[in-house]
């Protein structure tokens, strides 16, 4: 089959270019980050002067410094604030937040992301993931020579467009060409199928320390198609510090939340006993006055329901895709958290094999987007290979009765444009407001609200006569445009989605899940909404015509009969008696139809009077 090079507007598609492009790949992770790059086919983590790949996610802002990335400095608390798991953060509202940290946080003026208190001021999310960004990248262009000429960044697949926009503005604000955003499990199988020939139908398990992905993938020949894909914006690592963390708690007799930097000592504490336990079957812990052992089976009873979640997350895609886990050919661990016994353990119970780790699991998104960068960069003309992800969930706009009108479906590959006609609801509507969302209910109060525009200049015609078509655009980076063009007029109007805040915690797992066990209730709700709509529309139709011409084309007693049926059906129209609305609404049709012939035949009559048959074009 005939392949594609996966190239930038603009870029030359007939020659190479004339000086190779140094281009890096970046793992911007939650607790820790990389920088790779790809040289001779080859890709490879670039390290630091101590000869350390992983560059921890922490910035440190002092008073009297310039921000410090990696391991905090050792400056006095007053002097010096670290910022840690930021990405967690990225693209998400104060709101969304429910879970301690070791720092403060307040609302930003006019909503949004949160701004964290620092030393050196309050300071967004997205100035401390662009820290992180320029650290990374002033790395890679010491290793190739130069600044670098563009970088692919990965985020994790279940980024919404918030969360996905932030990042794109970090590495902005960083000064960095940004060639794609890939998803993190599509980076690490580009890793296994280009650097060790990987193929057949895999699951990337992604676990890190901020986020959880999986998705399930066909690699083959040089082609990377995901099928479906799950996850969890906010689990992580970090999530079974915090079980720990919370268990020393409880275990010392304290019951409330410690001070900002005695949580960050405990979650030190956490951490070191969780990495204990890999090799040990017990660790001895220790906080406050309280000193005691954590065992093995302890451990398992904090975060096994943590793991069995994203199980259940594995569980939805296999069945999205129709895939059993016997067909699978291989399961890939990506991701630190994967180093962990017990999440091996229970994803080889899971999956019915042993996973695959052969590749490094926390380098190995970054030698995929490595690569990737090669390629987009035209250092590997010709190469062969075509990424097709997909989107997690279904986009589309409200429509009359609070209905959510889908018009690209969820696990779609991206690129990708649809579109859609629709029409005005009433006579002279000469604007329409458009509402954006996200989701898999039926029902627009059951999905995500993701922007709203409005569209003007439509031609003031009778209800149902305007044509506006609204098209759908999600790109390569899985970011989002809207437009409406009244196709008669020709005006138009455009919105690049960019919510000020991402999903929380749990919205894209609840919305998969509701939108299952809520499916007939939804059906019959979608049903009843829209044989409401039908009969108001009649209703305010019907009052228009009468009101303009009842007096001289109808009796008195032929008005009454109408009036009274049109009060009858608004009032059923506010009821749930989805049958008896649309009988009825067509019985109100039935009785409706000699005045809309006698409405044509005085409108002809209008038309024509006064001119002779030859005037008449026929």
């Known amino acids: 089959m005939a392949l594609f090079t996966i190239a930038e507007p603009g870029q030359s598609k007939t020659r190479a270019p004339a000086r190779r492009k140094r281009a890096a790949g970046i793992d911007l992770g939650t607790t820790n980050s990389l920088v790779a790059t790809a040289r001779e086919g080859k890709a490879q983590v670039l390290r630091d002067a101590q000869g350390e790949a992983l560059l921890p996610s922490i910035v440190t802002y002092s008073a009297t410094q310039a921000p410090h990335v990696g391991v905090p400095l050792a400056l006095d608390n007053a002097q010096a604030s670290s910022i840690s798991s930021v990405k967690r953060l990225m693209g998400r509202g104060r709101a969304d937040i429910d879970y301690p940290l070791p720092y403060l946080l307040e609302d930003a003026p006019g909503g949004g992301m949160p701004l964290i208190h620092t030393v050196a001021g309050k300071l967004s999310p997205v100035q401390v993931s662009a820290d992180i960004l320029r650290h990374l990248a002033a790395r890679g262009g010491a290793a190739l020579g130069g600044e670098l000429d563009g970088v692919v960044i990965t985020v994790p697949a279940y980024f919404d467009e918030a969360q996905r926009q932030a990042t794109r503005d970090a590495a902005r604000l960083a000064g960095l060409t940004v060639l794609r955003l890939l998803s993190e499990p599509t980076a690490a199988a580009v890793a296994y199928g280009l650097d060790q020939q990987l193929e057949g139908t895999v699951i990337i398990y992604d676990l890190g320390g901020g986020t959880f992905d999986v998705s399930l993938m066909q690699l083959q020949q040089g082609v990377f198609r995901v099928l479906a894909t799950g996850g969890d914006a906010a689990l992580g690592g970090d999530d079974f510090d915090r079980a720990i963390a919370l268990w020393l708690l409880q275990a010392a007799g304290i019951a409330q939340t410690p001070a900002l930097q005695e949580w960050r000592a405990l979650l030190a504490v956490a951490r070191t006993a969780k990495h204990g336990l890999t090799t040990a079957a017990q660790v001895p812990v220790a906080y406050a006055a309280w000193q005691g052992v954590l065992t093995r089976e302890t ?57 695959l780790c052969s590749i490094d699991p926390e380098e190995v998104v970054a030698i995929g987007a490595a690569l990737q960068a090669d390629v987009l960069a035209g250092n590997k003309y010709g190469a062969q290979t075509l990424l097709l992800d997909v989107i997690p969930l279904s986009l589309g706009i409200e429509t009359m009765g609070g209905l959510m009108e889908k018009i690209i479906a969820r696990n779609s590959a991206i690129p990708v444009a649809r579109s859609q006609e629709f029409t005005t609801y009433k006579d002279g509507q000469t604007s329409m407001s458009l509402h954006v969302l996200q989701g898999e209910r039926e029902l627009v109060q059951d999905c995500r609200s993701l922007a709203r525009f409005d569209l003007t200049g439509i031609p003031p015609l009778v209800a149902g006569a305007a044509r506006v078509k609204v098209t759908f655009q999600v790109d390569a980076d899985g970011l989002l445009e809207v437009s ?16 000020s805040f991402g999903l929380q915690e749990n919205d894209i797992a609840d919305m998969l899940k509701n939108a299952y066990t809520a499916a007939e209730a939804d059906k019959r709700l979608r049903k009843l909404r829209e044989k409401q709509v039908e009969a108001l529309r009649h209703v305010e139709a019907l009052q228009s015509a009468l009101a303009q011409d009842g007096a001289a084309l109808l009796s008195a007693e032929e008005i009454t009969e109408l009036t009274q049926l049109l009060q009858e059906l608004r009032a059923l129209a506010a009821t749930e008696a989805a049958d008896a609305i649309e009988s009825l609404t067509q019985r109100l049709n039935e009785k409706s139809l000699d005045f809309a012939a006698r409405r044509m035949d005085a409108g002809i009559h209008k038309a024509l009077a006064g001119r002779r048959l030859n005037d008449v074009d026929l």
Request: proline share 4%; with cysteine; charged share 20%.
């Open 299 to 355: 451990y398992y009873s904090l975060v096994d329901g943590l793991i069995d979640t994203t199980l259940r997350a594995c569980k939805r895609v296999l069945r999205d895709a129709q895939v059993q886990a016997g067909e699978l050919s291989n399961v890939v661990l990506v991701g630190g958290a994967t180093r962990s016994p017990r999440v091996q353990e229970k994803v080889a119970a899971f999956f019915g094999r042993a996973p």
């Open 484 to 499: 409406a063009a009244e196709t008669t007029s020709g005006h138009h109007a455009t919105v690049l989605v960019k919510p």
